[in-house]
């Protein structure tokens, strides 16, 4: 341990369980020596939450409904009044209706549109303006996405323009809040065996094409993920800001498969 990040505090919102990308990062920052709060939704995921928190030695757990502006205010006052100040807060809740995420995406409903872009990128803009609140010496704000934002990728329809409008979202934020100190990125991990993908159809089959095909054959890991976390969250990441991290083994600069593959 480094100890890159003594002396720093942060949110980390959207653990599920020991295999969420959340939990990667945040076990990676708690071994650098940051201290952690978590938020969860919900009585069934703070029991699950709950002793991953206390295994990196947290209690301070904050439930979270990101859709309900009252749910918000009052886990960011409870993190207020016991720290006072936050150091960088970590984003990775995204959500659609798994059922639009099969069939064409001209096919998207209304309220499926309008839920996913709420709750997978408006919810980054919420939560960053009210962290930034709590950042009056700078910080730094980190939001996954996906490839699927900018080349399309078979059963993630509104998904991909969702996190497209996230990382548009990110460039926006970073010039808002650069003058603040804050800095605001996006980390981009390929395909991973988390709950969150296994709802995603194909996901075996997408996991193993880009194995595959990766120039280093092999997708990333929750280790490789939580590392460019902690970069962003440390004072080695003070002159990035507005940018999109990826994480993927190479795989985004494929422009078809390897020649073995074909």
């Known amino acids: 341990m480094a100890e890159l990040l003594k002396g720093k505090r942060g949110l980390v919102m959207g653990v599920a369980n020991d295999r969420s990308i959340a939990w990667g990062i945040a076990s990676a920052l708690h071994a650098e020596g940051a201290e952690l709060a978590f938020s969860y939704q919900g009585e069934a995921f703070g029991k699950r939450v709950a002793p991953l928190a206390a295994s990196v030695g947290s209690d301070l757990l904050v439930d979270v409904d990101v859709t309900n502006d009252a749910s918000l205010d009052a886990a960011f006052a409870a993190i207020a009044e016991r720290w006072g100040t936050i150091d960088f807060l970590i984003h990775a809740i995204a959500y659609s209706d798994k059922n639009e995420l099969h069939g064409r995406f001209v096919n998207t409903s209304r309220d499926n549109f309008k839920h996913s872009l709420d709750i997978s990128c408006f919810s980054f803009i919420d939560v960053s303006r009210r962290a930034a ?15 699927g934002s900018n080349r399309v990728t078979p059963f993630y329809n509104v998904m991909g323009v969702a996190k497209a409008a996230l990382e548009a979202s990110v460039r926006y934020l970073a010039n808002d809040l650069g003058p603040q100190g804050i800095r605001v990125n996006a980390i981009s991990p390929g395909p991973m065996k988390t709950l969150a993908g296994a709802a995603i159809g194909g996901a075996r089959k997408t996991y193993r094409f880009t194995e595959a095909n990766a120039p280093l054959r092999h997708n990333a890991t929750l280790e490789a993920v939580g590392g460019a976390a902690v970069f962003l969250c440390s004072d080695y990441g003070n002159c990035t800001t507005g940018d999109l991290i990826m994480v993927d083994s190479g795989y985004h600069v494929l422009g078809m498969p390897q020649s073995e593959n074909i």
Do not use: C, D, N, V
């Not at 609140?133 to 490839?147: D, K, R, V």
């Open 133 to 147: 609140e709590l950042m009056p010496q700078g910080g730094s704000l980190i939001t996954l996405t996906y490839g």
